[in-house]
Structure formats: C-alpha cells, structure tokens
C-alpha cells in the first residue's frame, strides 16, 4: 500500500469515509449534491469508536496501521502523468493549439510513488467491534493510488481483545510504542513512550482540516523496519 505520510492510514479515517460515501449517497437519491466545504469546520460523523477527550483536540480511541514490511525500505513505483488537456480548456481562456506531452511545462511525468510492502496492517480501537466490522466491509482498498491498483484489502479480520488495556489501545500500536498522533497532555504521564517526534499535526478525521490540528502534538512511532 502506498501512504500519503510516514505513518499509516487512521482507521477513523477509513470509517468516516465509508460514512461520508453513505451521506453522498443518500443526499444523491434524494437529488442534492453534499460537498466538503474547506472554509466550513466539518461536523463529526458518529464513528463506533470511543473518545479520548484528555487533550485539545479530542481524538477517537483507535491507532494508524502497524505494518510489519517484508522489505527494509519502500519500494519506489513509477506512475505516469499526463496533463489534462481538456482541464487546461476549461482554466484558462487562451490555449496554444498543441500542447506537447514530449516538452515543456505541460509534458507527460514520471512521478514516484512509495509503496509498503506487507501482507497486513494493523489497528487497534475501543469501539463497536460489530459496527466497525460493518463498515469496513465496504471498504475495498486503502491508501493513495488505488485506482492504480496499490493498497487492495483482501480480507478484514477483527478480533475482539477484552483484555488489553483500554489507554494502550485507543494509541498505542503495542504497549510503549505510540502508534497515532496525539496531543501532548495524552502521552504527559508517558516519558519512556516510543514516538516519532514532535510537530503540528491533526489528531481526528477529517485530517487535512486545519480545525483538527494541535500544537507539538506526538507522531507516532516508525514501523521497525524503517527505524
Ligand atoms: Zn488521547
């Protein structure tokens, strides 16, 4: 799978998407068109999932995929891009009668793209086992370049585990290891927890809003074999 960061892919994220593919599915059959909104603080979506209200802002109880890469580094892939050449019509009024794929700034790109080598990923979550389990059913492949054909799911198996520590699992990807980003106050009490270092981060979907970001919040731990 390819991700898009050097952590795995939210497993909120991945429940708010098929929920938001529901809401636009719904809004669809009744003839509206739902959009995101950049400028609008997104509303949050109910995911089964329990809330970590211990730092600002909150954060739902579940990890980013822990993946155990079967090679040392990212394997890098090359995929092709082509300019769009009707999309240029449309932005600007004025467009040479050719635009060559072979030069200039418009010509046909090799871009890179880093994917994970692995047979599985990873979550931990507090939460509904059996609505989380309904949800993820609708979801096919993860991570960037799907429609490439990265990041396919062959099977979702979920495993209830009643005795792991509650904290540890709304964050950690195994005990003393952090395995989300998490505001500061979360991991205060934690000095020997394993991370990634510090930055401003968002800590809940949707993760690209800057609404969900924090402060020096806690990136979690690298995969071990790229430490
Ligand atoms: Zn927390």
Redesign the pocket.
């Known amino acids: 799978m390819c991700f898009g960061t050097p952590w795995g892919i939210s497993l909120d994220g991945l429940l708010a998407s098929v929920l938001w593919h529901r809401h636009k599915a719904a809004a669809a059959a009744r003839g509206e068109v739902l959009t995101y909104d950049p400028l609008a603080v997104p509303e949050d979506l109910e995911l089964p999932l329990a809330r ?4 600002q802002p ?2 739902w ?1 579940c990890t980013f995929a822990h993946t155990v890469p079967t090679t040392p580094y990212p394997e890098p892939r090359m995929r092709s891009s082509r300019t769009d050449h009707a999309d240029l019509q449309r932005l600007s009024p004025s467009v040479p009668s050719t635009v060559s794929d072979a030069r200039g700034h418009y010509r046909k790109r090799l871009i890179p793209a880093a994917a994970t080598i692995t047979a599985t990923a990873t979550w931990r979550a507090v939460g509904d086992p059996g609505k989380i389990t309904e949800l993820l059913a609708e979801v096919t492949d993860i991570g960037k370049y799907r429609t490439s054909g990265e990041g396919r799911v062959t099977a979702w198996t979920i495993e209830p585990a009643p005795g792991d520590d509650v ?1 540890s699992a ?2 950690e990807h195994h005990p003393g290891v952090l395995g ?1 980003s ?2 500061a ?3 205060a009490d934690r000095p020997d927890i394993v991370h990634g270092g510090r930055s401003r981060i968002a ?1 809940r979907a949707p993760y690209a809003h800057p609404s969900r970001h924090a402060d020096a919040a806690y990136l979690p731990a690298p995969d071990e074999a790229q430490r």
Do not use: F
């Open positions: 970590c209200e211990a730092g909150w954060h109880m904290w709304g964050h989300r998490t505001p106050p979360c991991v800590v």
